[in-house]
Every structure is written in structure tokens, then in C-alpha cells.
């Protein structure tokens, strides 16, 4: 199930690399700051139960990662850090919720969220650590800095944090992971391109690229199907899904360059893609069909989760230019950020 962000976090990655491809410099989190006054929550992931995580900005100006359940309409603020910021990334179905803390401005934490406490997961050895997929049995996939400063793809397990490894270079980030315990992300090769990789039964993958010197992988489902975004000979980015050693292009809404950020078990894909207009819609991908699903009266959206239920959740522009967190079901998007500013704190 998708986690991300990124992006949250992740999106940046990709129209960063629009232009130069230098990962190894991209963090978490990290964006303009002057487009971030206007982020006003942003929807990460959503589990099976239709139980919502991400981060929204306080009264004052503080982010927050939280859970917000539509049953009853209740919002859970998961921030520790009174005066800090806190990032929820990923959640299962139990409701075990992972992201990131900012523990101080030169140290950043993955945490794990069993529903009553937090716990920070430390890291492999540097300041940084960020969590960003959790599967059923609390496995969680992301990335830490170890003590040369490198960003090395992580899988916790029982209270421990494993070292991935790379494709041969130098640097590697885990995005996902699914129930099986096979782990997507992407890692600079001995060449120092970046490749999506899957890491199963202790050996990291190469997915390779649709032609060009790039792609990463974003989320994995249960059948072992993968989605992300590639390069193709043309020096665009499409997203793609990648099954029985072959890795498909699934185009765009018209524009030069898309991006998918998620796979539910069915198969159906979530992500964003150019227009032909130049704007900037999030998508679903189903039995072969690119769907634009609009915006919240801005002129962009991105999606970033969808559930097994076909429910979606993403980040959107509304009207008056802020970005706000919605969720898309049966035909119908959804402004959520109804819950700025109402907290109720977790522990």
C-alpha cells in the first residue's frame, strides 16, 4: 500500500530531478519555503479502514502529523514535540502509523506509532531517519544517513534497523514495503544513475528504466506489482507499472511528464501527471485508462494513497491558492482540511 511522499516528500524528488538529477542533496520534507507558507495539510497515506494520516499546520504554524478517522469524524494530533514538526507518512491496518520527527533542526527521527506511544526508531548510525511504509506485522521500510553522512535504504524488524545496501553506488532510500516483506525504493548504480530497485529474500533488484537514466519505485501491492516513475528516451518522466520482469509505461493526461505514487491490490494506480494545459492533476490509472480526478478549484493535485476500497488521498489546490488535504471517493473529491487547527493529543 503506498505511503508517500513525500512526499509529501517524494513529488519534489521528481520535478527536482525535471531538471538535474542529484538526489543524494534531496531530504524528506525538504521544500521552497516560500510555497510551504501555503501548504495547509497534505494526505499521505490511507489504510483498508479508510483511516487517514498525513500532516496539518497548527494555529501557529507549527506541522503536525496526524490520524484522522471519517467514521467519526475525529482527528488524533501524533506530534511529541510541542514546538517541533512531525511528518506521518505511512499507516496499516491496524493503525500502526510511521513518519518523521524533527527532534531539533540537525536531527531528524523515524518513528513508529503503535496507537498509544511513539517510538523513534534511531538510526543507522548518522542524525537522520525517516520512516515511510509499515506492513501488517509492523515491518517498516524507509531510509537513514549512517556515520559517513550516506542515505542507506532501511528494513526495521523487531526492534532492529537493517542496512539494505545499494545497486552498486553509493546511496539508496526504501519508499514501500507490502505484506510479504518485499521492500521498493530506489539506489544510484556503480554508474551513478538512479534505478528503482525491489529487495527480495536479501537481494536488492535493479528494475532498470524505460530508456532512460532514471527511475524510482514508489509502492508495491500484495501481488508483488510495482509503480513509480522513469525516464524514457526522450528525457521524460512517466510513471510506470513493472510485473513479470517488464517494466509498462502508462503515459500521462496529455502533458509531458507523470508520476504514480500508488497500487492498491486490484491493481488500480494513483499518481499526477501533467495536463495538456500544463497544470498539474492527480490521477487514476484503471483497466488501462488514466483518469483525471481535478483539483479543489486551484490548478493542481497530486495523489499520493489509494486503498483497497478505491479510496483515494492526496493534496490539492483550492481556489484561494492554499494546499489542502482531500479525499477522493466514488466520483467525488473531498476538501479534509476541516480539521485544521482541532487537535486531540494521542499520548
Known amino acids: 500500500m503506498k505511503r508517500i511522499l513525500l512526499i509529501l516528500n517524494i513529488v519534489l524528488v521528481f520535478f527536482v530531478s525535471l531538471c538535474t538529477v542529484n538526489l543524494q542533496s534531496v531530504k ?18 490511507i489504510n483498508n479502514d479508510g483511516k487517514v494520516v498525513g500532516w496539518s499546520s497548527t494555529a501557529n504554524g507549527v506541522r503536525q502529523a496526524y490520524m484522522y478517522d471519517n467514521k467519526d469524524d475525529s482527528v488524533t494530533d501524533l506530534g511529541t514535540h510541542v ?17 518523521y520527527l524533527n527532534i531539533t533542526d540537525n536531527i531528524q527521527r523515524a518513528f513508529l506509532f503503535d496507537g498509544e506511544s511513539v517510538i523513534e526508531l534511531g538510526t543507522l548510525g548518522g542524525t537522520y531517519s525517516f520512516a515511510y511504509a509499515v506492513n501488517k506485522f509492523g515491518q517498516v521500510a524507509g531510509y537513514s544517513y549512517n ?6 535504504a532501511f528494513l526495521y524488524d523487531n526492534g532492529v534497523m537493517q542496512n539494505l545496501g545499494t545497486l552498486g553506488g553509493i ?12 521492500v521498493v525504493g530506489y539506489s544510484n548504480i556503480e554508474t551513478g544513475e538512479v534505478h528503482a530497485f525491489l529487495y527480495d529474500n536479501n537481494t536488492m533488484i535493479d528494475l532498470g528504466t524505460l530508456g532512460g537514466d532514471v527511475s524510482m519505485a514508489k509502492a508495491i501491492n500484495s501481488r508483488g506489482q510495482i509503480i513509480g516513475w522513469s525516464g524514457n528516451i526522450y528525457e521524460e518522466r512517466h510513471s510506470f507499472l513493472y510485473e513479470n520482469g517488464s517494466m509498462k509505461d502508462i503515459g500521462t493526461l496529455g502533458g509531458v511528464h507523470s508520476g504514480a505514487t500508488d497500487i492498491n491490490d486490484s491493481g488500480m494506480i494513483v499518481g499526477y501527471s501533467y495536463d495538456g494545459f500544463g497544470e498539474i492533476h492527480a490521477y487514476l490509472y484503471d483497466n488501462g485508462i488514466m483518469n ?49 487547527g482541532y487537535f486531540s493529543t494521542a499520548f
Do not use: C, P
Open 28 to 45: 524528506a520534507g525538504m521544500i521552497d519555503s516560500d510555497e510551504f507558507e501555503y501548504w495547509k495539510s497534505n494526505a499521505s497515506d
Open 83 to 99: 514546538d517541533s514538526y512531525s511528518y506521518a507518512l505511512g499507516i496499516n491496518d491496524s493503525g500502526q502509523v510511521v513518519g
Open 147 to 152: 556515520n559517513e553522512g550516506l542515505k542507506r
Open 171 to 182: 546511496y539508496s532510500v526504501a519508499i514501500d514495503i507490502n505484506d510479504s516483506g518485499q
Open 292 to 340: 483525471d480526478l481535478g483539483t479543489l478549484g486551484g490548478f493542481s493535485s497530486y495523489a499520493f494513497s489509494i486503498n483497497n476500497n478505491g479510496q483515494i488521498v492526496g493534496r490539492a489546490m483550492t481556489s484561494s491558492g492554499e494546499h489542502h488535504s482531500f479525499s477522493y471517493n466514488q466520483g467525488v473529491m473531498t476538501d479534509l482540511d476541516i480539521f485544521a
